[in-house]
Nanobody, 114 residues
Framework: QVQVVESGGGLEQSGGSLRLSCVTS????????MGWYRQAPGKQRELVAF??????DYADPVKGRFTISRDNAKNTVHLQMNGLKPEDTAVYYC?????????WGQGTQVTVSS
């Protein structure tokens, strides 16, 4: 069983920044993909950013504002969020793929006030 734990959410004003972290219980090099998703109230969960085999990609609403990165020594993937907007308010989930199986964290709340 792979443990996935997110942290770093909170309340921020519009235009501010937050950095989310996701630590896994397995060696990060054994993961085939890592990503961040979010789910706003009344909406479906959506992909925000992911990294796999050196390739990264972002959802259009966050391009140029969010950056996904990894700290291999700490088995951690980060999501740096700059220029936050009220529409970024959601629960953010970390997802990792380990031997073709997806594992999710419990989520961390991000709230952006206008």
């Amino acid at each position: 069983q792979v443990q996935v734990v997110e942290s770093g959410g909170g309340l921020e004003q519009s235009g501010g920044s937050l950095r989310l972290s996701c630590v896994t219980s397995v060696n990060i090099f054994s993961l085939s993909a890592m990503g961040w998703y979010r789910q706003a109230p009344g909406k479906q969960r959506e992909l925000v950013a992911f990294t796999s085999s050196g390739h990264t990609d972002y959802a259009d609403p966050v391009k140029g504002r969010f950056t996904i990165s990894r700290d291999n020594a700490k088995n951690t993937v980060h999501l740096q969020m700059n220029g936050l907007k009220p529409e970024d308010t959601a629960v953010y989930y970390c997802n990792v793929v380990y031997y073709r199986q997806p594992y999710w964290g419990q989520g961390t709340q991000v709230t952006v006030s206008s």
